[in-house]
């Protein structure tokens, strides 16, 4: 048995390394709604998502939902520093909430792959565990590809992380 074999590194999380997310992102991101996916590969970035609503016209029925994704500059020990977001699926409107997720290639980290299908109030939350739609019906699903914040101090790059207040984090 394979897992038998491994052994931990770790049998339980050292305090050190344990973060909670009040004290790793400024209070505005937590207020503001911002729903926490997790680490880049490499650990240097904390990414996260926002969700808002548009109804368009007064007349118009249609309720669309917007997201956006954005990256962290994670230092321990200090309040991570929003450096970049980048658009979703186009930014065309979804007419649903979406379970969120997201991916980077094995060997390169400069890429992350994000990924939406339409959730619905009888979804577990286990993708494995998803029915197929009904006969006519269909799933929804969208995806961005998109590259990792430059950290090499080019100058494009730190006007728009400079231009992040810290009350301005939605």
Same mark, same amino acid.
């Given at each position: 048995?394979?897992v038998?074999?491994?052994?931990?590194v770790?049998?339980?999380?050292?305090? +050190?390394?344990?973060?909670f997310?009040? $004290?790793?992102v400024p209070n /505005?991101?937590?207020?503001? #709604?911002?729903?926490?996916l997790? %680490?880049?590969?490499? #650990?240097? %970035?904390l990414i996260?998502? @926002?969700? @808002?609503?548009?109804?368009?016209?007064?007349? $118009? *029925?249609? %309720?669309n =939902? =917007?997201?956006?994704?954005?990256?962290?500059?994670?230092?321990p020990?200090?309040?991570a +520093?929003?450096?970049?977001?980048v @658009? *979703?699926? @186009? $930014?065309? #409107?979804?007419?649903?909430?979406?379970h969120? !997720?997201?991916c980077q290639w094995?060997?390169?980290?400069s +890429?992350?792959w994000?990924?939406?299908?339409?959730a &619905?109030?009888?979804? &577990?939350? $286990?993708p /494995?565990e998803?029915?197929?739609?009904?006969?006519?019906? !269909?799933l929804?699903? =969208?995806m &961005?590809?998109t590259?990792?914040? /430059?950290?090499?101090?080019?100058?494009?790059?730190? +006007?728009?992380?400079n /231009?992040?207040?810290a009350?301005?984090m939605?």
């Open positions: 048995n394979r038998s074999e491994e052994a931990k770790f049998s339980r999380l050292p305090g +050190r390394l344990a973060f997310i009040r $004290d790793a /505005s991101a937590l207020t503001s #709604g911002h729903v926490f997790g %680490f880049s590969r490499c #650990g240097q %970035f996260s998502y @926002t969700q @808002t609503n548009t109804e368009n016209e007064q007349f $118009d *029925l249609s %309720f =939902y =917007y997201y956006r994704l954005h990256w962290w500059l994670f230092t020990y200090a309040k +520093r929003k450096i970049a977001e @658009t *979703l699926f @186009t $930014d065309q #409107g979804v007419s649903g909430n979406l969120m !997720s997201f094995p060997g390169d980290m +890429r992350v994000v990924y939406g299908y339409d &619905t109030e009888s979804d &577990t939350g $286990d /494995s998803m029915t197929e739609p009904a006969p006519g019906g !269909s929804h699903c =969208y &961005t590809v590259t990792v914040p /430059s950290l090499q101090n080019c100058q494009a790059c730190v +006007r728009v992380a /231009s992040y207040d009350d301005d939605a």
